[in-house]
C-alpha cells in the first residue's frame, strides 16, 4: 500500500521572502527576514490559522486586494512620509516643469499628476498645493494618488493631520489650504484642495498595463524597499502612465540599474528625473 505523502507544515524563509517580492515588490535584508516571519505568524493567529502551510497556500491564491494580503501588508509597509519631503523636486515642479507643460500645453486639456505610493497623503497634497499656487494653471488640475496600503489611503481620504505633520508645509501655502479641524490639535486640508486630489489603492507591481497619460508623476521613497527586478518592472510600468513629454521624478538614490525604455533622463538644479521622449515598446505596455 503507497503512503500519502504529507506536506510539512512549515514553510521556508526563502519561500515566504519570494512570494511576497512577487506579489508586492518588497524585498528584505537577511537580519529583517526574522521580524517580517514575525508578522506572518501574528498575522495567522489574528486570522485563526493554525497550519503556515495553509497561511502560505492561502495567500498564492488569493488575489492582491484580497482580505489576507491586505492584512499582511500593513504589518509589512513603513508609511513615513510627510509633506515636501525632498523640498527641490518641488521647486522644480514650480520653477521647470510646470511653465513647460503649461507651454506645451497652450491652454489646452487640464494637467494630472499622480503620487505614486502616496502613503498617507501629504505628497498628494503637497502637489496640488504647488499646482493650485500657480495662477497660470487657473486650478485645471487633478492629481491621483495611489498606495497599496488600504489604511493609509483611508487616512489620505480625510486630509488630517496632527502639528507635527502640518509643520512641514510651507507657511505661505499653510495659510491658504490648511485650517483647523475644531476640537484637538487636529488640521485639515481644506475643501477647495481636497476636491483635486482622489485617492485609491493600488499596487504597483501587479498594475501594468494601462495607460493614463499623467503629466508628472512623483514616486518618492518607494523603490527603496523593492527588489532591482521590482524596481525596473515599476519604472517601466511608470513610463507608460506618462503622457509623451511628461516627468517622472523618484526619490534621491532611487532608480533602476539601467536607462528605462522610452525615458530620456533629466537633471534640473541637482534634481535628477526622466521626461518620457518616445513611445513605450509594446513589450513593456504588456508587462
Known amino acids: 500500500m503507497a503512503l500519502a505523502f504529507r506536506k510539512p507544515d512549515t514553510v521556508t524563509p526563502d519561500a515566504w521572502c519570494h512570494l511576497i517580492l512577487r506579489r508586492c515588490g518588497l ?8 521580524t517580517v516571519l514575525g508578522y506572518l505568524h501574528e498575522q495567522m493567529r489574528a486570522s485563526g490559522i493554525a497550519s503556515e502551510r495553509r497561511y502560505y497556500e492561502q495567500l498564492v491564491n488569493e488575489p492582491d486586494n484580497g482580505p489576507e494580503w491586505a492584512a499582511l501588508v500593513e504589518h509589512l509597509l513603513n508609511h513615513e512620509t510627510s ?3 525632498h523640498p527641490r523636486s518641488f521647486d522644480v515642479l514650480r520653477t521647470h516643469i510646470l511653465p513647460e507643460l503649461r507651454d506645451a500645453r497652450g491652454g489646452g486639456s487640464r494637467l494630472n499628476f499622480w503620487s505614486a505610493g502616496c502613503s498617507t497623503g501629504q505628497e498628494a497634497y503637497s502637489l496640488a498645493m504647488v499646482a493650485m499656487d500657480d495662477g497660470d494653471l487657473h486650478g485645471d488640475f487633478t ?6 496600503s488600504r489604511q493609509a489611503i483611508d487616512i489620505a481620504r480625510r486630509g488630517r493631520y496632527g502639528p507635527r505633520a502640518i509643520a512641514g508645509v510651507p507657511e505661505t501655502y499653510r495659510d491658504r489650504f490648511v485650517r483647523s479641524a475644531g476640537a484637538g490639535p487636529e488640521y485639515e486640508i481644506v475643501d477647495e484642495l481636497r476636491r483635486r486630489v482622489r485617492f485609491t489603492a493600488i499596487n504597483l507591481v501587479a498594475a501594468c498595463g494601462a495607460s493614463l497619460n499623467y503629466d508628472v508623476i512623483f514616486c518618492h521613497n518607494v523603490l527603496i524597499y523593492m527588489a532591482p527586478i521590482a524596481v525596473s518592472q515599476i519604472v517601466a510600468l511608470l513610463a507608460t502612465r506618462l503622457a509623451l513629454g511628461g516627468y517622472l521624478l523618484l526619490g534621491p538614490g532611487e532608480g533602476p540599474a539601467e536607462r528605462p525604455a522610452a525615458l530620456e533622463p533629466v537633471t534640473v538644479n541637482g534634481v535628477r528625473m526622466f521626461r518620457r521622449r518616445s513611445q513605450v515598446p509594446a513589450a513593456v505596455r504588456s508587462c
Open 27 to 34: 524585498t528584505f535584508r537577511d537580519t529583517q527576514v526574522p
Open 83 to 85: 509633506f515636501f519631503r
Open 143 to 148: 492629481v491621483w494618488g495611489g498606495d497599496i
